[in-house]
């Protein structure tokens, strides 16, 4: 929260636009066999031989997506990267190069700048994917981030939103809502921040919670779990709008209804008790929070023996003939119409 006033400034112009990338990309090495060349001509080429390629993008916007009076720049970076990562891996793919776009004002050091691309360097070293280029330019305000990521996938692996089927099963990954409540803590610590300037919150009992919001992780490991286990699901999604949201475009897509179990939804013990603390209904947040980037799956049930043991899945619900519709099956048995309250930038229903 406390910001050192005495930061060394080097203003970008000194080094203009091409010596800016120069100096930020002399550290991305190639590690992808696909990476023919990466930054430094006027395109880079890619060799994917017999693979399909998926691309996705996203923009994050400073004052829509992020708060830099809470997100720190190095994680802001990591962040950009692992929202895009997680698209990749949503389609069952391997994620291979990103491109990174970024505008910004000048009130902007190169130190800053420098912070944002090594968390940008951490995620692409750590998830193995390729820098390959981008753009840079300047912006009149605030600072924005675009950026794309590739992957590959056989044609036999490749799973989209449109294939559940009635009585496939619907399985979760990891824990819900804690990016939301992670938000939550951070927004009101800034409120504090903002009358109290010298008080340091404490935010020990919030780890998780906070590091889900601020540094998420892509689940790039349930993509090799599920090769391992033999399961290939028959519809896929990644969780950026909550999970309502997301379980409304499988259930759309694949023309298929759904009955959500409210007591299986997967909450961390910190979660619960930062609910609790701030009287905010935990099954509401899961439904409707967003940014947890866990993958949401369905799988036919002769598939159930081969997850049923796992403890990074949960089956949550199963599906049911299109003309049930779609339910949450409450804890005390009745059934609610599940309906799409994600976050959303556009004020409209949400991708």
């Given at each position: 929260?406390?910001?050192?006033?005495?930061?060394?400034?080097?203003?970008?112009?000194?080094?203009?636009?091409?010596?800016?990338?120069?100096?930020?990309?002399?550290?991305?090495?190639?590690?992808?066999?696909?990476?023919?060349?990466?930054?430094?001509?006027?395109?880079?080429?890619?060799?994917?031989?017999?693979?399909?390629?998926?691309?996705?993008?996203?923009?994050?916007?400073?004052?829509?997506?992020?708060?830099?009076?809470?997100?720190?720049?190095?994680?802001?970076?990591?962040?950009?990267?692992?929202?895009?990562?997680?698209?990749?891996?949503?389609?069952?793919a391997?994620?291979?190069q990103?491109?990174?776009?970024?505008?910004?004002?000048?009130?902007?050091?190169?130190?800053?700048?420098?912070?944002l691309y090594?968390?940008?360097?951490?995620?692409?070293?750590?998830?193995?994917?390729d820098?390959?280029?981008?753009?840079?330019?300047?912006?009149?305000?605030?600072?924005?981030?675009?950026?794309?990521?590739?992957?590959?996938?056989?044609?036999?692996?490749?799973?989209?939103?449109?294939?559940?089927?009635?009585?496939?099963?619907?399985?979760?990954?990891?824990?819900?809502?804690?990016?939301?409540?992670?938000?939550?803590?951070?927004?009101?610590?800034?409120?504090?921040?903002?009358?109290?300037?010298?008080?340091?919150?404490?935010?020990?009992?919030?780890?998780?919670?906070?590091?889900?919001?601020?540094?998420?992780?892509?689940?790039?490991?349930?993509?090799?779990?599920?090769?391992?286990?033999?399961?290939?699901?028959?519809?896929?999604?990644?969780?950026?709008?909550?999970?309502?949201?997301?379980?409304?475009?499988?259930?759309?897509?694949?023309?298929?209804?759904?009955?959500?179990?409210?007591?299986?939804?997967?909450?961390?013990?910190?979660f619960?008790?930062?609910?609790?603390?701030?009287?905010?209904?935990?099954?509401?947040?899961?439904?409707?929070?967003?940014?947890?980037?866990e993958?949401?799956?369905?799988?036919?049930?002769?598939?159930?023996?081969?997850?049923?043991?796992?403890?990074?899945?949960?089956?949550?619900?199963?599906?049911?003939?299109?003309?049930?519709?779609?339910?949450?099956?409450?804890?005390?048995?009745?059934?609610?119409?599940?309906k799409?309250?994600?976050?959303?930038?556009?004020?409209?229903?949400?991708?």
């Amino acid at each position: 929260m406390i910001e050192d006033k005495n930061q060394q400034r080097t203003d970008l112009g000194q080094l203009g636009e091409f010596g800016l990338i120069e100096h930020l990309t002399k550290h991305f090495d190639i590690k992808q066999s696909s990476t023919i060349k990466g930054i430094g001509d006027d395109a880079a080429v890619l060799d994917f031989k017999d693979k399909q390629v998926v691309v996705t993008t996203d923009l994050l916007v400073e004052g829509v997506h992020f708060d830099l009076a809470y997100m720190p720049l190095k994680h802001l970076g990591y962040k950009a990267v692992i929202v895009n990562l997680s698209d990749v891996y949503a389609m069952n793919a391997e994620a291979t190069q990103i491109t990174v776009s970024i505008a910004l004002s000048n009130r902007f050091p190169l130190e800053a700048v420098e912070e944002l691309y090594s968390g940008i360097e951490a995620a692409a070293k750590l998830y193995n994917v390729d820098v390959i280029g981008g753009d840079t330019t300047s912006s009149t305000k605030g600072l924005l981030i675009s950026v794309t990521a590739m992957g590959v996938v056989n044609e036999e692996d490749v799973v989209y939103r449109n294939g559940a089927k009635p009585n496939d099963l619907l399985v979760v990954t990891g824990d819900l809502g804690g990016a939301y409540m992670g938000l939550q803590v951070l927004e009101r610590e800034k409120e504090v921040f903002k009358v109290n300037p010298e008080n340091q919150p404490d935010l020990d009992p919030y780890t998780y919670i906070i590091e889900r919001q601020l540094k998420p992780e892509a689940r790039k490991d349930i993509v090799k779990l599920l090769k391992d286990l033999d399961v290939k699901p028959t519809a896929m999604i990644d969780i950026s709008d909550g999970l309502s949201s997301e379980i409304i475009h499988i259930c759309k897509q694949s023309k298929v209804g759904c009955d959500l179990y409210e007591n299986k939804i997967p909450l961390d013990p910190q979660f619960i008790s930062t609910c609790e603390e701030f009287d905010i209904d935990g099954t509401t947040v899961a439904l409707s929070g967003g940014e947890d980037y866990e993958l949401l799956f369905t799988i036919s049930q002769e598939d159930y023996p081969k997850i049923k043991a796992n403890p990074n899945l949960t089956v949550i619900g199963y599906m049911t003939e299109e003309s049930a519709g779609m339910h949450l099956v409450t804890r005390a048995e009745t059934k609610i119409p599940l309906k799409a309250q994600g976050w959303n930038a556009l004020n409209n229903d949400s991708e």
